[in-house]
């Protein structure tokens, strides 16, 4: 009971008790303290004195009743000329800090780098870059003709062509046949039939006549 009466009396602030910080006032209360910033325009977050300016994300302290205020990550004080600090910002991509075949985008208090369409970003090594889709290494990822048409992996995109003797764009179902018996361009000998083939052509012997490899000879 005494000793109850007597932590009533003590006085943590003066004495030296109190876990105040240094931007901070102890003011005794009955039985316990409670610490107070010491100006009016600040109120304590965890601790620490922020003053409320309006100036998000900013954080501001007293040190030594000197006024220190500090941005946040990724802002920087945008004008400290009046007492009304404003804490922006800081457009990182100013300095290219993306790596090659990458966009950056700013973001509030920081940035990220996106890589541009037909590439991929890897972190296999100590950095972050944007590598090559290789869309020819699966057709999920190319739409050219799987049966007809090949696939030309080039940085950042690829190309479809169609295999020899075809013409089209490459891609799916766009690939057809050339009759070259159509044309005159055949070198079928006058004594054998044009055969179209896909992607080609080939010489037969017509009926009497056999191949000698060359051209075609009557058969006596
Ligand atoms: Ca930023
Ligand atoms: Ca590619």
């Known amino acids: 009971m005494q000793q109850d009466l007597l932590k009533t009396h003590v ?7 109190h876990d105040c910080s240094p931007q901070q ?3 005794n209360t009955v039985g316990s303290f409670i610490c107070e910033c010491n100006q009016a325009n600040l109120t304590s977050i965890n601790n620490k004195c922020v003053v409320d300016n309006g ?11 000197v006024q220190i205020c500090e941005c946040e990550k990724g802002f920087e004080i945008k004008s400290s000329s009046n007492s009304l600090q404003i804490c922006e910002d800081i457009d990182e991509c100013k300095s290219n800090p993306c790596p090659a075949n990458s966009i950056c985008k700013n973001l509030n208090g920081s940035f990220t780098c996106e890589c541009l369409a037909g590439f991929i970003g890897s972190r296999a090594t100590d950095h972050f870059e944007c590598l090559d889709l290789d869309e020819c290494s699966s057709s ?12 030309i992996n080039q940085p950042g995109s690829y190309e479809c062509q169609c295999k020899q003797g075809l013409y089209g764009n490459g891609r799916q179902n766009g690939c057809f046949d050339i009759n070259e018996c159509l044309s005159n361009q055949t070198k079928c000998h006058s004594n054998s039939k044009c055969l179209n083939t896909i992607g080609s052509y080939e010489c037969r ?3 009497g006549f056999y191949n000698t490899g060359m051209d075609c000879e009557e058969i006596n």
């Open 55 to 65: 100036g998000i994300n900013m954080y501001c302290y007293l040190m030594d009743s």
């Open 140 to 151: 999920c990822l190319n739409t050219c003709d799987a049966e007809y048409g090949l696939c």
């Open 205 to 207: 012997c017509e009926d």
């Open 11 to 17: 006085d943590e602030c003066s004495l030296g008790l």
């Open 25 to 27: 006032v102890c003011i």
